[in-house]
Nanobody, 127 residues
Framework: QVQLVESGGGLVQPGDSLRLSCAASGSSIDMSTMAWFRQSPGKGREFVAVVSWKGGLPDYAHSVLGRFSISRDNAKNMVYLQMNKLKPEDTAVYYC????????????????????WGQGTQVTVSS
């Protein structure tokens, strides 16, 4: 059974940094596309970042470009999201997602494309 468990969320001040982690279990993530999405109260789940199975071709939402960085460690079955210069509008529940196939740059930005989701971790940016 494939499972994704996010961790690392919390309450921080504007300008601070956080590193989210996603631990995958049940099978290797070697051949999977991995992504992060987020959802704020009253809004739909939105794309944040995605990384292909070899770690290359990362793609980011415009709102986080230059501040967030996605990475993966296939040997540890882990995916990370380094978030710098956090803003109040980054406040959301952050979800890890997994697609058991090669990277598709258009489909990878849509929630429907993913096979598995974690339960989410709350990130709150407030002074």
């Amino acid at each position: 059974q494939v499972q994704l468990v996010e961790s690392g969320g919390g309450l921080v001040q504007p300008g601070d940094s956080l590193r989210l982690s996603c631990a995958a279990s049940g099978s290797s993530i070697d051949m999977s596309t991995m992504a992060w999405f987020r959802q704020s109260p009253g809004k739909g789940r939105e794309f944040v970042a995605v990384v292909s199975w070899k770690g290359g071709l990362p793609d980011y939402a415009h709102s986080v470009l230059g501040r967030f960085s996605i990475s993966r460690d296939n040997a540890k079955n882990m995916v990370y999201l380094q978030m710098n210069k956090l803003k109040p509008e980054d406040t959301a529940v952050y979800y890890c997602a997994r697609r058991l196939s090669v990277y598709n740059p258009i489909a990878a930005r849509t929630t429907a494309w993913y096979d598995y989701w974690g339960q989410g971790t709350q990130v709150t940016v407030s002074s």
